[in-house]
């Protein structure tokens, strides 16, 4: 089974998107701080971060840049409900595979995410 873990500082997105995904075969966690993602990121193998930009502290980008520092590998689709191009373009260099806008739909989501583990 693939794994995904939700990065998001709201509770109830993390909450209600993990359970959808378990509900339908992946094995899913989340994080509502980018310290705590980053923390079980250096410990454990995830196929997929569905990761949430604006945070308060330490945001996306961090988790972005510290992915590429600490040369983990997993993949990423930002989630966020701030898609503005600048962003969108940072995260892309940043090694972002997919973006998502908030709110979102989650059959189309589930797509994205097929799509990036699958293809």
Known sequence: MRSIMVVDDDVNIC??????????????????????????????????????????????????????????????????????LSGIIQSSHLGAIDFISKPYDFDELLVTIRKVLFD
Not at 29 to 53: K, P, R, S, W
Not at 62 to 77: G, R, S
């Open 15 to 84: 909450t209600i998107l993990s359970e959808e995904l378990n509900e339908i075969g992946f094995i899913s966690n989340y994080f509502t701080t980018a310290e705590g993602a980053i923390d079980y990121l250096m410990e454990h193998q995830v196929d997929l971060v569905l990761l949430d930009l604006k945070m308060p502290g330490k945001d996306g980008f961090y988790v972005l840049n510290m992915l590429n520092e600490l040369k983990i590998k997993t993949k990423t689709i930002v989630l966020t409900a701030y898609a503005d």
